[in-house]
């Protein structure tokens, strides 16, 4: 098939204008996030100093146990098979439960995402089952239908979701087609040349058949140029492809749904505990894999990488697939932590759309109570999550929040759609910013509303002390986000006892587990609220402005201390040096 060279052109477009996105064509130390901004020149933790300087004559006095909620993890990774946490009550195999805790063979850990029928590799993004739910009640509804005003919130719920479907898969199948064709051509050139990865000069030798393929060679040069080289580029384009071709077979595929079949739980009771499987790996355990290892990878052994941590075990509990996590799942993940010793909770997911958030919220409730802290994403969109929704969240469905909601409703416009104005900018069309748009006003009252103090919401740091130490797409926000730690080009663990560099926000949450756990190891009597007091006041201030596109798709420059509440990125030895000073006080 033939592709509109116009949508070729947008994506060339697109990797080549991104000014505030972090420069990927460097070599960073491997061990970048746990280096000393003064002494190495990164704007990492300051694990090592603190390794050198403080602790080097300390023992730590207990072993933290980290709970990793995520999609699974390599248990027999080489860098994290002798940090696993192992429930020495369980006899391993012998299909019975031991301790009686309502699960068998829990030996590393859980996966609610399956049974004895196998595992949930896949599921639907949120959005898709609300759509689901409400689609056959609310499809024919119109503009004189008479609804109650439950059935009015729902509604407009449906309306948003519809609306956020149709965009989603209008992005996913215009942009598939353009990884199909460059991978298409990749893989030919690597063929033709009996190679996995073909080289910059591979591509340049080789003949197009179409203007189209000439355009795909341009890419690839401006690609591999931006990534740092064409293995990095092909890599990219590699998952790019495959999260893609996952979005459309089965996140936003209505008629996808295989919960029942292979989990096999009564999804509608969010009272119902012991379900799933004893296989904490799961089908794909690479982002489980690579957030443990920040967390936690064997500091002693010589090999890989070194994880923040060294007196740690990991926890492994999946119940994230290919697509949104279910509320029922991490409400159970977060109990299952708890009651079996977890001192720290890694959340490295989040979604759009909540389902069931009061299951949610009495687990939050629960770890609060029996004194568990609780680090989230922030989320990748570069939004601001005082403004947009990234669930879980620390608030609560409280009456306060649902009184709150209610009085500031947003109104319905969703009948009028006004024209997108567009013009040229450089040969491109470009969306005209609306001249009579008023920015969006922030009520403050809401973040008053009662929520969890055992909470750390983490944005993402770059490696440089400069104007783009936010990274690019990275979530902020100045009274939710409450700080930002290091997420870009993370070197860490993936499975078959490999290695890799991710970014993400997923990747700056395990940097601030992985330091809770360390300063808990040598300071175990800290709550958490005092562990997330300590860790947010001894964050390194950042004492210039940051640029970032804001919600209106502004280049704007802000102080640090307008997109997280403690205006700094978190820091191992400041974290220490304050944690000792609250033992002194006592």
């Known amino acids: 098939m033939k592709l509109k060279i116009s949508l070729f052109i947008a994506f060339f477009i697109a990797i080549s204008v991104n000014v505030f996105a972090q420069d990927k064509n460097v070599t960073l130390p491997p061990n970048w ?44 990774h080489e860098d994290l098979k002798d940090v696993l946490w192992t429930n020495a009550k369980e006899i391993p195999g012998n299909g019975i439960d031991d301790d009686g805790n309502g699960y068998v063979d829990d030996i590393h850990g859980w996966n609610f995402l399956g049974s004895k029928k196998g595992n949930l590799a896949y599921d639907n993004l949120e959005l898709i089952r609300i759509k689901r739910k409400f689609e056959p009640r609310y499809r024919s509804t119109i503009m004189t239908t008479v609804l109650d005003s439950t059935e009015k919130k729902e509604y407009a719920l449906y ?25 298409k051509v990749m893989d030919s050139v690597a063929m033709i040349n009996k190679k996995e990865v073909p080289s910059l000069e591979d591509i340049e ?41 996952v979005m459309l077979k089965y996140n936003l595929n209505v008629n996808y749904d295989q919960r029942a079949e292979l989990v096999g739980d009564d999804y509608s009771n969010s009272e119902q505990r012991n379900y799933g499987n004893a296989d904490v790996i799961g089908p794909k355990a690479d982002h489980g894999t690579h957030v443990s290892g920040i967390i936690g990878a064997n500091r002693g052994n010589g090999i890989g990488i070194l994880g923040v941590a060294n007196n740690v075990s990991i926890m492994t509990i999946r119940v994230v697939p290919e697509g949104d996590e279910r509320d ?27 389902w069931d958030k009061k299951a949610v919220d009495d687990a939050v409730k629960y770890a609060e109570f029996k004194g568990v802290l609780l680090v989230h994403a922030a989320g990748n969109d570069n939004k601001d999550n005082d403004i947009e929704d990234n669930y879980p969240t620390k608030y609560y469905d409280s009456p306060e929040a649902i009184a709150y909601a209610n009085a500031n409703q947003k109104p319905d416009i969703s009948k009028f759609i006004p024209p997108k104005t567009e013009e040229m900018v450089n040969g491109q069309m470009s969306r005209r910013p609306d001249p009579f748009a008023k920015p969006k006003p922030l009520d403050s009252a809401k973040f ?139």
């Open 33 to 76: 996030f746990n280096l000393d901004l003064v002494s190495n020149g990164y704007f990492g933790i300051s694990t090592e100093k603190a390794y050198t300087e403080l602790l080097k004559d300390k023992k730590p006095k207990q072993k933290i146990i980290v709970a990793v909620i995520d999609g699974g993890t390599d248990i027999n």
């Open 159 to 183: 309306k948003r979701v519809q609306a956020d479907f149709g965009k989603k898969y209008e992005d996913a199948t215009s942009t598939f087609p353009i990884y199909i064709a460059i991978k």
């Open 205 to 245: 030798k080789y003949k197009a058949d179409d203007e189209t393929e000439e355009y795909v060679k341009k890419i690839i040069r401006k690609g591999a140029k931006e990534e740092g080289n064409i293995e990095k580029f092909y890599t990219s384009i590699k998952k790019g492809y495959e999260e893609l071709e």
């Open 328 to 354: 029922k799942d991490v409400a159970n993940g977060i109990r299952y932590a708890v009651d079996n010793g977890a001192r720290i909770i890694n959340m490295s997911f989040g979604k759009s759309y909540k």
């Open 448 to 586: 008053n509303l009662p929520h969890a103090n055992n909470w750390i919401e983490v944005g993402a740091s770059s490696y440089k002390d400069d104007d783009n130490l936010k990274a690019s797409f990275s979530n902020y926000g100045k009274n939710n986000v409450d700080v930002f730690a290091p997420g870009f080009m993370i070197n860490s663990t993936i499975p078959g006892s490999k290695y890799e560099e991710y970014d993400g926000t997923s990747m700056a949450a395990p940097v601030v587990s992985g330091l809770a756990a360390l300063v808990l190891s040598y300071y175990p009597e800290l709550n958490p609220t005092q562990l997330r007091d300590i860790i947010m006041k001894s964050v390194t201030k950042v004492d210039h402005k940051i640029k970032y596109k804001n919600d209106r798709d502004e280049n704007v420059r802000v102080p640090f201390s307008d997109i997280c509440v403690s205006g700094g990125i978190v820091n191992a030895y400041n974290a220490l040096k304050l944690a000792e000073s609250y033992q002194l006080s006592k």
